[in-house]
């Protein structure tokens, strides 16, 4: 009830209650000394009703002061948190949402209680797609009747990813009518990528201690059987063998380059650091992979403004630059361009770019590149990117690929100018 409806029937009860009174006792013949105690009596009655009318008011007064600071108290404590969290009534229009999910939707100053998230979605139009699949899972989470878990990606407009851990409360009525719901998302996109670093660095610790174990012992054998295969290929009399022998050679140079791989990944390797053009590094790289180009087809662009004198490892760079352009050169079709681009970014760090026109890489392996023995390539290993990523760390770099099926790769290598340590 209203306060100015509780006032307006306040007043009607006082009017009727004196009005009425001297009403019958104006209809009445009575004694003068009856009537005195009659209005005392009004008057005392009276006095009664107004004063439970005060202490009601005065009561209500205090519940409603205590439950908007109860209220404000709920509000400052879930804005406080770094979840996500929303208050929807039984028909899924938005009750109360924290600082939090307004800002990750964009949704400052919007006007959105009494609203589903179908209607808000007119507001954000980048979380379209996002705030209307909230209503599925909403359903979802009302047709099983009991909290529901799951994670849910939600795009950033920086063109990156959060994934979420979302939980749904579903509340009914006694009568099994649905009451409300309150949803909770909590951002566990660093906690996934912790969880990724480390299967990986579990998976490279296997990779180490396999090396460190077998790596060595294989290479020798292996220098043997080289040595005797070179030697039947020299022969005259073993001239009709040539071509078994050159494919025996072929897969014992592979076997060798995957033990130096994983000689490479056995144990942290202490590098030595010293000023080097990294311009002149890549020179010397293209000079080595152009002849592997132009079997190709491929040709290689080298874009370099300026000279670029940085700290770092020359052998280890002019590896991790021949995986690089090499995988480029595997990838690109017929005809087509390879694109080395060195320049500054700021003032401390330099950017190295390798770009192909070729078939690019799919989002499955994008999202496990780097993972020793996983290769695009039908006779890979996966090692080289592996490699590569682990120069890339001992530099305290960053090394990026942006890719698109059927359009190309581009691999950002950054790196520091100055390396100290």
Known sequence: MSKSYKLILFFIVSVLWFFGIDLVISLG???????????RAKEIVYILFVGIFLLYAMTEKE???????AK?????????MVDCVNFKDGQGRWIEANDFGLKLFQLEGVDYKGKKDSEIAEYASFYREALIYCETSDEEAWLNGTTTRCEEIIPMPDGSEKIFDSIKIPLFYENGARKGLVAIGRDVTDQKLNEEILRRAEKLSVVGELAASVGHEIRNP?????GFVQLFLEDEENQKHKPYYEIML????RINHIVGELLILAKPQKISISKHSINLIMTDVISLVETQANMNNVKIKFEAPDDIVIDCSEN???QLFINLIKNAIEASNSNSEVVVSILRSGVDLTKVLVEDRGIGLSEEFLSRIGEPFYSSKEKGTGLGLTVSMKIVEQHKGKLQFHSEKNVGTKVEVTLPISHIG
């Open 29 to 39: 013949d009575l004694s003068d000394s009856f009537v005195w105690y009659v209005e």
């Open 63 to 69: 519940e409603l002061r205590e439950i908007k600071e």
């Open 72 to 80: 404000q108290h709920l509000s400052t404590l879930i804005n406080a």
């Open 222 to 226: 292996l220098t043997s059987l080289k």
């Open 250 to 253: 072929s897969e014992l140079d």
């Open 316 to 318: 280890q760079l002019k």
